[in-house]
């Protein structure tokens, strides 16, 4: 049998999949037979092994369970989240999972959840490019996208509306052909019943409520959590009152924007100018 040999400080995943490895070798035991214990595939209990697949916090509290280790794996995986994701961003992850509804308000970058894998490859290499990160948490964030993707097109799907700002149009990332697909992407979006798509337009100006990203979430208790970022920073949301405010901003945001049908148009129009340039 092959088997890949791991370098733990390569990335905060290797070194988590070091770590089960170590412990499961020295109990004697097969990845089928931690499977069995975890709950787990064996093939998932691989692929996390040998880093192939970031940990989740649900996976690293059934090694917990099943190595009899309390909260070591648990610590470690927040251990390497913070390595990874902006602060309060774990946190966030693991309500966006559970959530009915999505409100979303982007202003540089199209909102993740609706890139296009060519268009968030090309944001997170320029990350690495101005060496912001290294091309294996690239490549983490970028694996960890596309499951977030995934799991909003299961069945039951959260209901998503994103208001994107006229900005996200036209910043030009991966060049020409890598937007003009982004667009196409979110113009088929602008009819799928589960996405409400908006532009809010620069005209709105100062009447634009929002100074930066903010997703709202609905849970299915009808509690409702949201998520900042500021200055590289995030921040998960539960007091009711500020909650209460970004709401209410929200829904003003809806209505000053351009509606679902002149959205697809104005999507439509600026690829075009893409393609014809």
Not at 46 to 51: K, N, P, Q, R
Request: some cysteine; glycine content about 6%.
């Amino acid at each position: 049998m092959n088997r890949k040999e791991l370098d733990p400080e390569s990335s905060p995943a290797a070194r988590f999949g070091a770590q089960i490895r170590e412990l499961r070798e020295r109990r004697g035991w097969t990845q089928d037979h931690l499977a069995t214990l975890t709950g787990y595939s064996a093939v998932h209990v691989s692929a996390v092994e040998t880093g192939r697949k970031p940990p989740t916090e649900r996976f690293a509290r059934r090694l917990d369970l099943a190595f009899e280790t309390p909260e070591r794996f648990e610590r470690e995986w927040r251990s390497a989240g913070r390595r990874v994701l902006f602060e309060g961003f774990g946190d966030y992850l693991r309500s966006e999972a559970d959530a009915v509804a999505l409100r979303l308000f982007e202003i540089n970058i199209v909102p993740s959840l609706l890139q296009t894998p060519a268009y968030a490859r090309a944001y997170q290499e320029a990350r690495v490019r101005r060496g912001r990160a290294t091309q294996q948490q690239a490549e983490e964030r970028l694996t960890m996208l596309f499951h977030r993707q995934q799991r909003i097109h299961q069945h039951p799907a959260p209901r998503v509306h994103a208001v994107i700002d006229e900005g996200c149009l036209h910043r030009t990332i991966g060049g020409r052909d890598v937007l003009v697909e982004q667009l196409l992407h979110l113009e088929e979006l602008t009819v799928h019943p589960q996405f409400v798509i908006q532009v809010s337009p620069f005209s709105l100006g100062e009447d634009r409520p929002f100074a930066h990203p903010i997703t709202l979430l609905t849970m299915p208790n009808r509690a409702h959590l949201g998520y900042g970022e500021i200055q590289g920073r995030g921040f998960l949301q539960r007091d009711p009152e500020p909650l209460s405010e970004w709401a209410g901003e929200y829904d003003q945001l809806q209505v000053e924007a351009l509606s679902r049908a002149a959205s697809r148009e104005f999507i439509r129009r600026v690829r075009r100018s893409f393609e014809h340039d």
